[in-house]
């Protein structure tokens, strides 16, 4: 599969365990840094009420929802246990600093809304 | 090579700690367990329920074999390890095997006391203690004979309890005359007693036992006086001795339990022990409470993180009988320094007695009505001072203005229908179900997997309930171990005073310094930490917006549907003409969704996209209107009345007192948020006394209350004093609002924090010592002048522009 990447800035556009929103046709994706600067990309919707997971706490290699504190995993998007769903997680690449997103959702998550 | 790591003992203890060494580091170790049962890991106290039929072995599985495999954990079912080798660091298992360790856990618990009487050995001669016990009396009870439990403490009436339900006849000889002396006074005692026997128990006591005949089986016991009862099953319930005999066996000291220290160390440094088989500090446990904090002590020292210490625990007691409900905890019998508080309704079966010792609560017995026993736990454990609510502690925490749930009092009266959690809408059925399928046994597990508790925690005492009613609850924590949340160890006390100790400025300076097990903390213990430096070190410049919630982040409150609302401040509820018609255009030009008024008298407006706040920040500004802070644990509002200056009933100026102390404390940062008001004479328009800190006027001076709010759990103030000036006013305002942002939990209002450390407390330090007061409210002053800044002047003029910006747009 041929991956089409968008650059969508720089790696200090994102404040460290912060996020920032890219608008999409499909809807916002949140582009997450954490820590050691690792960059992640998820639909900005928390599986479980559409809470805008781009507004939440990072820590370690997830997010909590604003909303009701579910704990997102930044690389899968999955919901940390025991609570179940995820958001859907999209590719991202670095090149020096600058962020490279693809538009092709993961496989394996059916939450894209 | 990984260490290596062998436990002796597969019951709760040693699987406790195996897991929370796994949650901690699952690399760190090879686990090998050798368990002398040929089952897993199973819920001991759970056997109760099994033998009187109301759950089945399955039910009380915790670790199943699928367990171990899937965490590489090596399991010897029913082998027993019979020497160790200290010094070659091996043990010595009963088939002559040998296996190396690098670190050895003792968790052998304890064994059933057996009296040695003529005839204990015979047939059908039993104790209460393992799986093998309860299936033989439920082989006994398919005779429907008589069975006789000898002890009549909280083991032996579960176990007579479980055979009556099994079909049997029972009969409880107990040598004193008490029953559970141990868990209760005289009074409860003669109420249980009362109530078996109404179910069908037989009781004797004082009946002290002889011996047990019977050729090859048991067929009767005959006590000292002579008297012969037929018994088909004899059930010894007379206590547990902690299991020492490897260890001491080996040389590891023993004196009633193996002896460990505070970090579950024996004498040997590579051997540590856990459970009922230690003694601490004098103490041996024989409750699951306990045995969890030493397990997560004892994990936190395998995995070489050094930071946690066990410091003994406080327990309570429950009684797992249907339908009986009854809970001590402490020193209930009291002695000559001791005063005792009874409550007693015989006919409604209610009994409560609690020992108190300088105004602070020791111990306590209930009987009946045992909902409260949490919050009497709580108030012994916290040592809170009870002089300002003495005369009504025997009539529960609802009577002290908890409107929650004041006449659900008795979880086993509740239908399973009963919602318990308002906020996540989850019922009684709910939680015993989860509790049940997903084999909970702590409130942090209830509420991950049923959310109950986890929203505004007005139920967590109820919650609580359910869980000990469920798993038969000798639930209890040790003092003052509560952490601050899953990162840390540390509680909430511990943490502050180490952020003052070591001059510890910023949030990661914290982390660092106090050595979270997580590299950057979690949604929780961030913003604590961030506030907690904040409010220490007010000029350090410590403020770290990605430790803060969305709210404070944004300065506006987010929405159900990631809007926001901006609420300009209003000051003591004043406005003005200009302020108005600024607000009415600005709701034009952006198309406002909602124009409402707030309860804090103010404006608000609502459904503004992230991206627009500036500009419209910018907008009010410009008519001199600031941010309301109404999206943060700070300064909320100041509630008034138009005071003397307008109404005839008017005794000060309660409106210009109002907003005084909105100009002295707006921006201010608080553990949670703060309100206040200010009413112009006794009728109290401005509703000052559910307010953190409300004035109430009248003719000679000023009434000053503290610690109440009208939220989730209505509360009435506390008259803290009466002043004479409006400079006395707002000096006590400043003083009673920096012990509270000093002193409080992080997310604790100071109605709670009042209830915890007590009003006395803060009278103490704030009205009868004026050197402190002073102090307090220059400390106040000084961290004011770094913090009354407009956040949305800064914002509106481009400041953290990144927070209100996408990065990109890519839809065109």
């Not at chain 2, 990661?508 to 409010?535: Q, S």
């Amino acid at each position: 599969m041929s991956e089409e990447w968008i650059e969508v800035g720089s790696l200090n556009d994102i404040p460290k365990l912060g996020a920032r929103v890219v608008n999409a046709p499909e809807g916002d994706i949140a582009v997450f840094r954490t820590a050691d600067d690792g960059v992640f990309a998820l639909r900005d919707s928390c599986p479980h009420k559409g809470g805008p997971l781009s507004q939440g706490i990072v820590h370690g290699d997830r997010v909590s929802c604003p909303l009701h504190d579910w704990k997102i995993m930044l690389d899968s998007g999955t919901a940390v246990a025991p609570d179940e769903g995820c958001a859907a997680s999209y590719p991202t690449k670095m090149e020096g600093d600058t962020i490279f997103l693809s538009l092709t959702a993961n496989e394996g998550c059916p939450n894209k809304d | 090579m990984k260490e290596r790591l062998i436990v002796i003992g597969n019951g709760m203890a040693g699987m406790r700690t195996v897991e929370e060494i796994l949650k901690l580091d699952a690399e760190a170790y090879d686990i090998t367990v050798f368990g002398a049962e040929p089952y897993g890991n199973y819920n001991r106290i759970m056997l109760s329920p099994v033998l009187a039929g109301d759950k089945t072995i399955d039910e009380i599985m915790i670790n199943d074999e699928q367990w171990y495999v899937d965490n590489n954990i090596t399991l010897y079912k029913g082998k027993t390890v019979v020497d160790i080798d200290r010094k070659e660091r091996k043990v010595i298992i009963d088939d002559g095997s040998e296996h190396e360790y690098d670190r050895l856990l003792i968790a052998t618990g304890s064994n059933p006391f057996i009296i040695p009487l003529p005839g204990h050995d015979l047939e059908g001669v039993i104790a209460f203690r393992d799986i093998n016990d309860v299936d033989m009396m439920i082989d006994a009870a398919k005779g429907d004979g008589h069975a006789v439990v000898i002890g009549g403490g909280l083991l032996g009436l579960e176990a007579a309890n479980g055979l009556m339900q099994q079909g049997m006849k029972v009969t409880v000889l107990h040598i004193v005359d008490t029953l559970m002396e141990r868990q209760m006074d005289s009074v409860a005692g003669k109420m249980l007693r009362k109530s078996l026997e109404e179910r069908g128990m037989e009781i004797l006591m004082p009946a002290s036992t002889k011996e047990i005949i019977g050729d090859g089986r048991v067929e009767k016991v005959i006590l000292e006086d002579g008297r012969e009862i037929d018994a088909s099953i004899v059930v010894m319930a007379v206590g547990i001795r902690p299991n020492i005999e490897l260890a001491s066996k080996v040389g590891i000291h023993c004196e009633r339990g193996i002896v460990v220290n505070d970090t579950m160390q024996t004498f040997d440094p590579r051997v540590y022990s856990v459970g009922e088989c230690v003694q601490h500090r004098g103490e041996t446990y024989g409750l699951v409470a306990p045995l969890f904090e030493m397990a997560k002590v004892c994990a936190n020292h395998l995995v070489q993180h050094g930071i946690a210490l066990y410091e003994g625990s406080v327990t309570s007691t429950k009684l797992k009988v249907t339908g009986i409900d009854l809970f001590s905890a402490g020193d209930f019998t009291g002695d000559e320094n001791t005063e005792e508080l009874v409550f007693q309704d015989a006919s409604r079966g209610v009994y409560r007695k609690l020992v108190i010792e300088d105004n602070k609560v020791k111990g306590a017995v209930m009987y009946g009505d045992t909902i409260d026993g949490s919050w009497y736990f709580d108030l012994m454990r916290d040592e809170t001072d009870i002089t300002d609510f003495r005369e009504k502690i025997l009539f529960g925490q609802a009577h002290l203005g908890d409107s929650g749930h004041g006449d659900e009092n008795r979880i086993e009266m509740m239908s399973d229908t009963t919602e318990i959690c308002g906020c996540n809408g989850v019922s009684k059925g709910d939680i015993v179900n989860s509790i049940n399928i997903n084999k909970l046994l702590t409130l942090e597990e209830v509420r991950a997997h049923t959310k109950a508790s986890s929203s505004c925690g007005s139920c967590t005492g109820l919650v609580e309930s359910v869980l000990a009613h469920t798993i038969g609850g000798d639930y209890s924590v040790a003092p003052h171990l509560k952490p601050l949340c899953a990162c840390t160890e540390h509680t909430h006390d511990e943490v502050r005073n180490a952020i003052k100790n070591n001059e510890l400025k910023s949030v990661h300076a914290a982390i660092d310094f106090l050595e979270w097990n997580t590299p950057d903390g979690c949604g929780k213990c961030r913003p604590a930490l961030n506030y907690y430096v904040m409010c220490q070190y007010p000029d350090a410049q410590s403020d770290d917006s990605q430790s803060r919630f969305i709210n404070e982040r944004a300065h506006a409150n987010i929405q159900k549907d990631a809007t926001y609302s901006v609420i300009p401040r209003m000051w003591g509820g004043g406005t003005t003409p200009t302020e108005l018609r600024a607000i009415a255009d600005v709701a034009d030009k952006y198309k406002v969704k909602t124009v409402h008024v707030t309860g804090g008298q103010r404006i608000g407006l609502y459904g503004l996209t992230k991206q627009e706040l500036p500009e419209i920040w910018g907008d009010l500004n410009k008519a001199g209107l600031v941010s309301g802070h109404a999206y943060g644990k700070a300064l909320r509002t100041v509630k008034t009345c138009v005071g003397k200056e307008w109404c005839r009933f008017g005794t000060q100026d309660s409106t210009q007192l109002g907003i005084d102390l909105e100009k002295m404390t707006w921006g201010s940062w608080t553990p949670h948020k703060y309100k206040m008001a200010a009413s112009g004479c006794p009728r109290n328009c401005a509703e000052a006394t559910i307010k953190d800190f409300g004035v109430v006027c009248v003719d000679s001076g000023y009434e000053l209350h503290v610690g109440g709010n009208g939220g989730i759990k209505v509360r009435v103030t506390d008259l803290l004093t009466t002043v004479k000036t409006p400079e006395e006013v707002l000096e006590y305002g400043a003083a009673f609002m920096q012990i509270y942002r000093e002193e409080a939990h992080y997310l604790e209002r100071t109605a709670p924090w009042i209830e915890r450390v007590g009003l006395a407390y803060v009278k103490e330090h704030v009205v009868d010592d004026e050197a402190n007061r002073k102090a307090l409210a220059e400390r106040f002053h000084y961290s004011q002048s770094f913090a009354q800044d407009d956040p949305w002047e800064a914002r509106a003029k481009g400041a953290e522009k990144h927070e209100f910006e996408p990065m990109k747009n890519i839809n065109a």
